[in-house]
């Protein structure tokens, strides 16, 4: 999820989903040891709990990386030995690390021994044509004895070479039996299933044989899923779209008044997927995405999105209206 879920976009799913741990976008142990270390770990103590995901095999920077996240107060530690992309596998990080579980075994320990926090693993259930499921099996026994008891599986093959990384998400079958044989397997661990999930019914039926499921995309592209799933499994009032908008656009207020280089579309660029599947949504992707009201750096964007799905909802006469922050006539689905 690099690129993706920055600070911005975690704040907006803590609103959806006050129960959920959500990930930092992957940072490589390298830029916290030579780069702007407030940059990289800053963030927003509402948006907690948060981990900290890094890349990285070198056991003394992720060490250091490690023990950084943890006085930045993140929760967890997670090391990231899934990603397929081909710049990580030149930096001998993500996937690629899966062909040498001593190597991340010893980058475990020496993490371990620098924290408090938890430290996890994040990984596939193989690399390229590897499909025994004897590969994966112990990529996690070797891991988990230097004292990992959290694993996140994709339940895909990485493909190093010949895919990209869009297509080691599609591409590559999914195997969710392949996870759930890893929790049959190592009961004292907690297996968490990653890949594929989509919708909420599916969601809570993954959850059967294994200990926790982890949202990527689907989350980013349809982000209202984390509240419907939020709701089916800690129960509550499932809250509007517009009553989360309303806190994002109180959001975007603070974060212009607060820092000199901020600019709208750092916020609202996440937002939106917010009202995806609902008639008005292009009305409200249209205004989010008008390039001159971006460059205006005014808060007021999220309202005039508003404005404008209302006036699309009165065409069609189906929505009755409030008011919105820019004071002019809005509507609720």
Known sequence: ???????????????????????????????LVHGDVAHHLDFDAREAPVVLQLGGSDPLHLAHAARLGERWGYAEINLNCGCPSERVVEGA????????????????????????????????????????YAFVQRFVSVTASAGCETFIVHARNAWLSGLSPKENREIPPLR???????????????????????????????????DGV?????AYQQPFLLARLEAALYGGALPSREQIALRMAEYLRDYLKRDAHAQVRHVVRHMLGLFHGEPSARAWRR????????SAANDAIIGQALDAMATRGADQSILPGFISPSGSSAALI
């Open 176 to 210: 969710h039996d392949v996870v759930r044989r890893l929790k049959l397997d190592f009961p004292h661990l907690k297996i968490v299933l990653n890949g594929g999930l989509g919708d909420v019914a599916g969601i809570v039926a993954s959850l059967a044989g294994v």
């Open 1 to 31: 999820m690099m690129a993706w879920t920055d600070r911005h976009c975690r704040y907006f799913h803590r609103l959806l989903a006050p129960h959920a741990l959500l990930y930092t976008e992957m940072v490589t142990a390298n830029a």
């Open 214 to 218: 982890m949202i990527g995309r689907a």
């Open 93 to 132: 990080f993500g996937a690629c690390l899966m062909q040498d579980p001593e190597r991340v075994a010893d980058c475990v320990l020496a993490m371990r021994e620098a924290v408090t926090i938890p430290v996890t693993i994040k990984h596939r259930i193989g690399i390229d044509r590897i499909e025994d």
């Open 287 to 294: 205004v989010l995405s008008d390039a001159r009201i971006l």
